[in-house]
């Protein structure tokens, strides 16, 4: 339980997000498989909202620790 303490919770979060981007860019161009296209107009606030949750959750339960 003491492990799960000091898991930076926005950085984990970012570094999924990254890797997910990435996977998705390596099925589609190097796999060549057909995926839905990204409508990246649409799908950056996303990204803000799950940085900006990541953060809030990570002071959260360093407070609670």
């Known amino acids: 339980m003491e492990r799960l303490r000091d898991i930076d ?3 984990v979060l970012v570094g999924l997000i990254v890797a997910g ?8 161009n190097t796999l060549g498989l057909a995926l839905p ?7 950056w606030p996303l990204f803000v909202i799950a940085i900006g ?8 339960f360093r407070h609670r620790a």
């Open 9 to 11: 919770v926005g950085r």
């Open 21 to 28: 981007v990435g996977f998705y860019y390596f099925l589609t």
């Open 37 to 43: 296209g990204l409508d990246w107009d649409r799908v």
């Open 53 to 60: 949750l990541g953060i809030v959750s990570a002071s959260w």
